[in-house]
């Protein structure tokens, strides 16, 4: 089945740690993005790659980043977590800007 | 600007009771409308979708209809099961906006046995 997928599902990583999250993806989307979701919060959009054209909130702060190297996969870089940053991250696609993004399982990150 | 505003939860509901979680949303031009379901540590699924005026999305039960007349997009299920104890998100996306999703706060559903 076509799908998006996220690794790892749970991460654990220490203050100030680099930690780089994945997502792929075999519905051939064109666009892919990237959320962040605190506990009982909507989804926040951080950013997200119409084919290899990267488009950042204006709100996403400096210290995540983010790759698509291809079609099917894009990481997400969190250069020095902080405790704030601890939240479910969520991947999604959409073939083109507007339609439905479809989602993947999300990762968990904590912050020790 | 766009926005939309989902009625709040939680909801607590019985077994086979009927379901209503309310749907406004403020937008400058055509919106495409949505409802998505996510279950406990997982993420988003699309439940249905609306793309114009008067349109009505279902899925496994669940409707909800496109009112331009009133920016609503209620979601709606005549018989609620406790597997559909969930959060609900509406959302919205324009084209006039760079088609970026809107989404509501979600409306956190229980249903008990």
């Known amino acids: 089945d076509a799908m998006v997928i996220q690794n790892p599902r749970y991460q654990v990583t220490q203050f100030g740690k680099p930690v780089t999250l994945s997502c792929s993806q075999t519905?051939?989307?064109?666009?892919m993005y990237w959320y962040q979701q605190k506990s009982s919060q909507a989804p926040k959009l951080l950013f997200h790659?119409?084919?290899?054209?990267?488009?950042n909130e204006a709100d996403t702060p400096d210290n995540f980043q983010s790759r698509r190297p291809n079609t099917s996969f894009c990481f997400l870089d969190i250069r020095s977590p902080g405790l704030g940053d601890a939240a479910m991250y969520l991947c999604?696609?959409?073939?083109?800007?507007?339609?439905?993004?479809?989602f993947g399982p999300g990762t968990r990150l904590t912050v020790l | 600007g766009n926005s939309v505003t989902q009625m709040e939860g939680p909801v607590t509901l019985s077994e086979e009771a009927f379901l209503t979680i309310n749907c406004t949303y403020t937008?400058?031009?055509?919106?495409?409308l949505f409802w998505y379901v996510q279950y406990p540590g997982e993420g988003l699924q699309l439940l249905l979708k609306?793309?114009?005026?008067?349109d009505k999305g279902s899925n496994k039960g669940f409707e909800a209809t496109y009112r331009k007349e009133t920016t609503s997009f209620h979601l709606e299920k005549g018989s609620v099961q406790v597997s559909d104890s969930a959060v609900y998100f509406c959302?919205?996306?324009?084209?006039?906006?760079?088609?970026?999703?809107?989404f509501g706060t979600g409306t956190s559903l229980t249903v008990i046995p």
């Open positions: 609306a793309t114009k005026a008067d």
């Open positions: 937008a400058t031009g055509y919106p495409s």
């Open positions: 959302a919205l996306s324009e084209t006039d906006t760079g088609n970026q999703f809107y």
């Open positions: 519905l051939n989307h064109n666009v």
């Open positions: 790659y119409y084919d290899k054209d990267f488009n």
């Open positions: 999604a696609t959409s073939r083109v800007r507007g339609n439905e993004q479809f």
